[in-house]
């Protein structure tokens, strides 16, 4: 963990509820699938946020608006803000075989874009399965498709693309599953994919850096918390609440 300032250079909406904040600073060893905790003025608590890209000195944000603290960062422009930065574990892509498959739902969708384009620097061919609500709801596909990637959305309302879930798009050849997403869309993945993954978890957290313990899961070698020893969790350590 590092603490960092930066410079916001850039925050606009990408629809009614998504944003996205581009600061520019010290980026140096931020990984895919970690997230950074931003000190918003007149608020005790941090909030965390899994980063989506970081290219040179540009690290960018995607945020849905949600409470307080992120209808405040929604408006923020053009001013320094400090970041605790290299928060989690982020993924492997070691383990991803050939043929690696992501699939993000709503806010999770970020994160896997800098997985994606780290994939495919490697000579990875790479599937992405984006789920939302509707239509209005999607961001980010033609980014994903302009890396290279193999895009599919699908849209609980048919509105967009597949109509259903994420696990409704999964007909297709792949090696290992990326994901991110709500804990009940992790869920019917698990049950769905024909391989081994790893599962990006959403938690409300406190620190966000494994001082408070209130963000710990249980898994089959004992406790862990989302913050420090997650994130990001192999499907083979998930244990689920009945």
Same mark, same amino acid.
């Given at each position: 963990m590092k603490q960092r300032i930066f410079k916001i250079k850039e925050n606009i909406a990408l629809n009614k509820s998504i944003m996205k904040m581009v600061l520019t600073g010290d980026t140096e060893d931020i990984k895919c699938g970690q997230f950074v905790n931003l000190q918003i =003025?007149?608020?005790?608590?941090?909030?965390?946020i899994s980063v989506c890209d970081c290219v040179g000195d540009e690290l960018t944000l995607i945020y849905k608006i949600v409470g307080k603290g992120t209808e405040m960062m929604s408006k923020m422009q053009?001013?320094? %803000?400090?970041?605790?930065?290299?928060? /989690?574990?982020?993924?492997?892509? +070691?383990? =991803?075989?050939?043929?690696?498959?992501? !699939?993000?739902?709503g806010v999770g969708v970020p994160p896997l874009y800098m997985l994606a384009k780290t994939l %495919? +620097?490697?000579?990875?061919? !790479? +599937?992405? %399965?984006? /789920?939302?609500?509707?239509?209005?709801? %999607?961001?980010?596909?033609?980014?994903?498709?302009?890396? /290279?990637?193999?895009?599919? !959305?699908?849209?609980?309302?048919g509105s967009y693309g597949v109509k259903g879930f994420v696990t409704d798009a999964m007909d297709m050849d792949y090696s290992?599953?990326? =994901?991110?997403?709500?804990?009940?869309?992790?869920?019917?993945?698990?049950?769905? +994919?024909?391989? =081994?993954g790893q599962y990006s978890f959403e938690e409300r957290m406190g620190c966000g850096f494994g001082a408070c313990m209130g963000c710990s899961c249980k898994t089959v070698t004992g406790y862990k918390r989302i913050c420090k020893e997650g994130p990001v969790l192999c499907k083979e350590e998930i244990l689920w609440e009945a």
């Open positions: =003025s007149g608020l005790y608590l941090r909030r965390p053009d001013e320094e %803000i400090d970041v605790l930065t290299e928060l /989690g574990n982020g993924y492997d892509t +070691s383990l =991803s075989g050939d043929r690696p498959l992501l !699939v993000g739902g %495919i +620097s490697e000579g990875k061919k !790479v +599937s992405v %399965i984006l /789920g939302f609500n509707t239509k209005d709801e %999607i961001f980010y596909e033609d980014e994903f498709k302009a890396l /290279g990637a193999d895009v599919q !959305v699908t849209t609980v309302d290992y599953t990326y =994901s991110c997403g709500p804990e009940p869309m992790l869920k019917a993945l698990y049950k769905a +994919s024909k391989t =081994s």
